[in-house]
């Protein structure tokens, strides 16, 4: 496996995203504090590009102590959604929200020195 340097942490805003592609292999790198997530750009649905979708708050359910809905709310977690059919799934993990037997397939990412390195498959 190949591992690169994609750029300084800098580059990769606080809660944004970058879709980058070397040689044919694109991926997604989602930064969360000083966090980086990274995951290959095909959908498991159907192969869109997930990681050119947007990035949105979880909705939950507030569930009271008789387990009846209190109404909804926005979570500090955040979906990928897929802009081909509306798939979302948990930036974290990169489960399926519904159905967590799929999943994004994640980029080995790592920071060393403020620099933002990826190994690519072989
Ligand atoms: S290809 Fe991603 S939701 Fe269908």
Known sequence: ?????????????????RVLK????????Y???DR???YENQCPHDGGPVCQG?????????????QKSRGLRFSERR???????GWE?????????GDPKYRLRPVNVRLEDNRVYVKLPA
């Open 1 to 17: 496996m190949n591992e690169i340097m994609v750029g300084e942490l800098r580059e990769f805003k606080e809660g944004d995203y």
């Open 31 to 33: 930064r969360q504090g």
């Open 36 to 38: 980086l997530f990274a």
């Open 89 to 97: 799934f948990d930036l974290e993990s990169g489960r399926h929200c």
């Open 79 to 85: 979906n990928i959604v897929c802009p081909w059919h």
């Open 22 to 29: 070397v040689e044919d292999f694109e991926f997604g790198i």
């Open 54 to 66: 947007k990035v949105i708050p979880r909705v939950e359910e507030v569930l009271g102590p008789d």
